[in-house]
């Protein structure tokens, strides 16, 4: 057993290789992270998808595969769509109250300038 | 060969069973649907899935995930959590539109007071 290998070669009860996929991504002392990614889309498509991209782009799509994965496993439903579906709803919420805001505003200023016409 | 087979079954080039756990969110006319989620997930992920999961929350999940997976295709390093973070993003300036607005309201009223108290 070699203790250096990556969370994902730990899960997969292999040798870590040296060009490993894996390891730069997956620490030995984070293995929920390859856990929830392997759950949700299966070693073998998360290594196709990190294969498929330039290197210098694999650390930040493995952050954002481990963010949808962990949000599916917590919500097996709507998964990070449904940060998405708040997240519009809240934006829906200001837009309202700004517009209306506005009004008030538009209200005021037209009062102060009968105001001061007076 | 069955011409109502589901998009799922026909990808698969399988014969769609009477109880299949694809046909009712992959009808045959959209074939794409059941591609990207394969692609993403691949199709025994997406049924075990689908099968923890009570038949009323079902529907909602496909197209959670069919968003997801679509979202991957075109962006496959964000995926939709550069959604996440436009709209996070959107949310920002929109805050602080809205303090300054609130902090120029502020200042117009205490204008206005001192203006009415001459």
Redesign the interface.
């Known amino acids: 057993m070699n203790p250096k290998r990556c969370a994902a070669c730990k899960y997969l009860r292999r040798r870590c290789p040296k060009d490993c996929i894996f390891s730069p991504y997956f620490p030995p002392n984070d293995p929920d992270k390859f856990a929830c990614i392997h759950r949700?889309?299966?070693a073998?498509?998360v290594s196709k998808?990190l294969q498929?991209?330039p290197v210098q782009?694999r650390a930040?799509?493995v952050?954002?595969?481990s963010?949808?994965a962990k949000c599916?496993v917590e919500d097996?439903?709507?998964?990070?769509?449904?940060?998405?579906s708040l997240?519009?709803t809240?934006?829906r919420k200001?837009?309202t109250?700004?517009a209306k805001?506005?009004a008030e505003?538009a209200v005021?200023q037209t009062k102060?300038s009968q105001h001061?016409n007076l």
């Open positions: 949700i889309y299966g073998g498509n998808m498929q991209l782009t930040e799509a952050e954002s595969l963010f949808e599916r097996p439903v709507y998964g990070c769509v449904g940060i998405i997240l519009q809240q934006i200001t837009q109250l700004l805001t506005q505003i005021a102060h001061t």
